[in-house]
Nanobody
Framework: QVQLVESGGGLVQAGGSLRLSCAISGRTFGSYGMGWFRQAPGKEREFVAG????????YYTDSVKGRFTISRDNAENTVYLQMNSLKPEDTAVYYC?????????????????WGQGTQVTVSS
């Protein structure tokens, strides 16, 4: 079993930055591919970024490429999402997820564990 707890969300003006953190506990952290998803009101949950268990592989949805960076620290059992140049359309609840695979995965159905989410609000 894996437990995920997100933090770092908040209110920021457009153009600002936030760094989300996801603390992982339970089974071996290094065995999981990790991802960030988001869900805005009235919309489906969408993939934002993913990272392989080694950290060598990453993948981003087109709308965040060049602005967001996913990273992980296996020694600290933590995965991060650095978000720069934030836009109002980035407003959503952001979720951390873990997949029982070594690679990068983008489909929500491929993830096995989910956090409770953290709210990110970007004002214009």
């Amino acid at each position: 079993q894996v437990q995920l707890v997100e933090s770092g969300g908040g209110l920021v003006q457009a153009g600002g930055s936030l760094r989300l953190s996801c603390a992982i506990s339970g089974r071996t952290f290094g065995s999981y591919g990790m991802g960030w998803f988001r869900q805005a009101p009235g919309k489906e949950r969408e993939f934002v970024a993913g990272i392989s268990w080694s950290g060598d592989g990453t993948y981003y949805t087109d709308s965040v490429k060049g602005r967001f960076t996913i990273s992980r620290d296996n020694a600290e059992n933590t995965v991060y999402l650095q978000m720069n140049s934030l836009k109002p359309e980035d407003t959503a609840v952001y979720y951390c997820a873990a997949a029982r695979t070594s690679g990068v995965v983008a489909g929500p159905g491929q993830y096995d564990y989910w956090g409770q989410g953290t709210q990110v609000t970007v004002s214009s």
